[in-house]
């Protein structure tokens, strides 16, 4: 015999009625991401407010993300956020290391391979994009193409195609800022006027 009290207490359903934290972790991706593609397209100097972004906006801001995407149990948005969140970090540690003598600055063979394996994770990410909204499929695209670029920029240690690794760049910040104020828009508003 089946008692219903015991049935009743096991069938406890949680609403999650936490904030969505996706525009914060796109937001703070597309800000970094386009200042330091200002700096690749050669329209500023890397200097205190690149390296303060990529600690504080672009990377903890993102881990933050992630971390609540993780608590929502979206391990896209947790590996996305995180992940870039980290890669902003030892970005900006790459310069940090160097200016207080605790490692070599780095060549262009060494940028190379360091921007290689994140062009793998963001390719990989692009692969579980085909099967979500355009909007984040062309983003993703961007940041894998950008990516792609910067390695050929490092290798080739051309000036143009470092300028294009920067407007790719610009495009790709633009896009993951749209798409993320586009989330909050939408959701203030309660109907859709932003597409995303």
Not at 54 to 65: D, E, H, N
Not at 96 to 125: E, N
Not at 133 to 152: M, Y
């Amino acid at each position: 015999m089946v008692n219903n009290e015991d049935t009743n207490r096991n069938n406890i359903f949680l609403m999650d009625q936490t904030a969505n934290p996706a525009p914060l972790g796109l937001c703070a991706f597309g800000t970094t991401t386009i200042l330091l593609s200002l700096w690749n397209a050669g329209v500023i100097g890397i200097s205190s407010p690149i390296i303060a972004m990529a600690i504080f906006y672009g990377g903890l801001a993102q881990i933050i993300a992630g971390l609540m995407e993780w608590k929502k149990n979206n391990n896209f948005g947790f590996l996305t956020f995180v992940s870039f969140g980290f890669f902003w970090m030892t970005f900006a540690g790459v310069f940090i290391l160097p200016a207080f003598g605790l490692a070599k600055a780095p060549g262009p063979a060494d940028l190379a391979a360091f921007l290689t394996v994140w062009g793998i994770v963001a390719f990989g990410l692009l692969i579980c994009t085909l099967n979500m909204h355009r909007s984040l499929q062309v983003t993703v695209l961007a940041v894998f193409l950008t990516i792609a670029l910067l390695v050929a920029a490092e290798l080739t240690e051309s000036g143009l195609v470092k300028l294009g690794a920067g407007l790719m760049g610009i495009l790709a910040g633009a896009l993951a800022i749209y798409i993320g104020l586009g989330q909050v828009i939408n959701e203030i508003h309660g109907r859709k006027i932003i597409p995303v």
